[in-house]
Protein backbone atom coordinates (compact mmCIF):
# COMPACT_ATOMS: atom_id res chain seq x y z
CA UNK A 1 0.00 0.00 0.00
CA UNK A 2 1.26 3.86 -1.08
CA UNK A 3 -0.29 6.79 0.30
CA UNK A 4 -0.11 10.25 -0.42
CA UNK A 5 0.08 13.02 2.62
CA UNK A 6 -0.51 16.90 1.70
CA UNK A 7 0.00 19.32 4.52
CA UNK A 8 -0.02 23.46 4.32
CA UNK A 9 -3.36 24.83 2.76
CA UNK A 10 -5.14 27.36 4.96
CA UNK A 11 -6.55 30.94 4.39
CA UNK A 12 -4.37 33.69 2.95
CA UNK A 13 -5.22 37.00 1.92
CA UNK A 14 -5.21 38.21 -1.98
CA UNK A 15 -1.70 38.80 -3.21
CA UNK A 16 -0.46 36.28 -0.44
CA UNK A 17 1.24 33.01 -0.66
CA UNK A 18 1.32 29.43 0.27
CA UNK A 19 3.13 26.29 0.26
CA UNK A 20 1.94 22.80 0.03
CA UNK A 21 4.13 19.28 0.63
CA UNK A 22 3.51 16.00 -0.34
CA UNK A 23 4.71 12.99 1.02
CA UNK A 24 4.45 9.26 -0.11
CA UNK A 25 4.92 6.46 1.76
CA UNK A 26 4.54 3.13 1.27
CA UNK A 27 5.90 0.25 -1.05
CA UNK A 28 7.11 2.38 -2.91
CA UNK A 29 9.13 0.70 -6.06
CA UNK A 30 9.18 3.95 -8.49
CA UNK A 31 7.57 7.50 -8.43
CA UNK A 32 7.23 9.06 -12.48
CA UNK A 33 5.49 12.39 -12.50
CA UNK A 34 3.84 13.86 -9.77
CA UNK A 35 1.48 16.94 -9.53
CA UNK A 36 -1.01 19.04 -7.91
CA UNK A 37 -4.77 19.56 -9.19
CA UNK A 38 -7.01 21.64 -7.54
CA UNK A 39 -11.21 21.50 -7.82
CA UNK A 40 -13.90 24.54 -7.30
CA UNK A 41 -17.17 23.81 -5.71
CA UNK A 42 -18.94 23.30 -9.30
CA UNK A 43 -15.88 22.95 -11.13
CA UNK A 44 -13.86 19.91 -12.80
CA UNK A 45 -10.74 18.85 -11.09
CA UNK A 46 -7.81 20.55 -13.00
CA UNK A 47 -4.32 19.94 -13.11
CA UNK A 48 -2.41 22.76 -11.54
CA UNK A 49 1.52 21.64 -11.93
CA UNK A 50 3.29 18.74 -12.55
CA UNK A 51 6.86 17.24 -12.14
CA UNK A 52 8.06 14.39 -14.21
CA UNK A 53 11.57 12.25 -12.48
CA UNK A 54 13.53 14.17 -14.29
CA UNK A 55 12.70 17.53 -13.18
CA UNK A 56 10.72 18.71 -16.12
CA UNK A 57 7.86 21.16 -14.88
CA UNK A 58 4.78 21.58 -16.54
CA UNK A 59 2.33 24.43 -15.44
CA UNK A 60 -1.56 25.48 -16.08
CA UNK A 61 -1.51 28.61 -18.38
CA UNK A 62 -3.49 30.73 -15.43
CA UNK A 63 -0.74 29.21 -13.00
CA UNK A 64 2.97 30.80 -14.79
CA UNK A 65 4.99 33.19 -12.58
CA UNK A 66 3.15 32.71 -9.66
CA UNK A 67 3.41 28.89 -8.87
CA UNK A 68 6.18 26.82 -8.58
CA UNK A 69 6.64 23.16 -8.04
CA UNK A 70 9.98 21.42 -6.88
CA UNK A 71 10.13 17.40 -6.27
CA UNK A 72 12.73 15.85 -3.70
CA UNK A 73 13.06 12.38 -5.45
CA UNK A 74 15.15 11.28 -2.28
CA UNK A 75 12.12 12.09 -0.06
CA UNK A 76 9.66 11.24 -2.06
CA UNK A 77 7.77 14.33 -1.65
CA UNK A 78 6.65 16.98 -3.62
CA UNK A 79 6.09 21.10 -3.22
CA UNK A 80 4.10 23.56 -4.24
CA UNK A 81 4.81 27.55 -3.88
CA UNK A 82 1.71 29.28 -4.43
CA UNK A 83 2.33 33.30 -4.90
CA UNK A 84 0.02 36.17 -5.89
CA UNK A 85 -3.28 34.26 -4.47
CA UNK A 86 -5.86 35.24 -5.97
CA UNK A 87 -9.42 34.79 -4.59
CA UNK A 88 -9.95 32.47 -7.97
CA UNK A 89 -7.65 29.86 -6.95
CA UNK A 90 -9.53 28.96 -3.81
CA UNK A 91 -10.43 25.19 -4.49
CA UNK A 92 -9.24 21.67 -2.75
CA UNK A 93 -5.43 21.23 -4.20
CA UNK A 94 -5.21 17.53 -4.56
CA UNK A 95 -1.99 15.76 -4.81
CA UNK A 96 -1.33 12.78 -7.62
CA UNK A 97 1.52 10.70 -8.08
CA UNK A 98 2.53 7.83 -10.57
CA UNK A 99 3.17 5.37 -7.69
CA UNK A 100 4.73 2.26 -9.05
CA UNK A 101 2.79 2.85 -12.21
CA UNK A 102 -0.32 3.23 -10.86
CA UNK A 103 -2.37 6.66 -10.38
CA UNK A 104 -2.40 7.65 -6.01
CA UNK A 105 -4.22 10.72 -5.04
CA UNK A 106 -3.86 12.37 -1.90
CA UNK A 107 -7.23 13.09 0.09
CA UNK A 108 -6.65 17.02 -0.18
CA UNK A 109 -6.28 20.38 1.02
CA UNK A 110 -8.10 23.23 1.00
CA UNK A 111 -6.74 26.96 0.28
CA UNK A 112 -9.20 29.74 0.27
CA UNK A 113 -7.96 33.40 -0.51
CA UNK A 114 -10.33 35.74 1.01
CA UNK A 115 -10.22 39.06 2.61
Known amino acids: QVQLVESGGGLVQPGGSLRLSCAAS????????MGWYRQAPGKQRELVAS???????YYADSMKGRFAISRDSAKNTVTLQMNSLKPEDTAVYYC?????????WGQGTQVTVSS
Open 51 to 57: VTSGGRA
Open 26 to 33: GSIVSIHT
Open 96 to 104: NAWINSLST
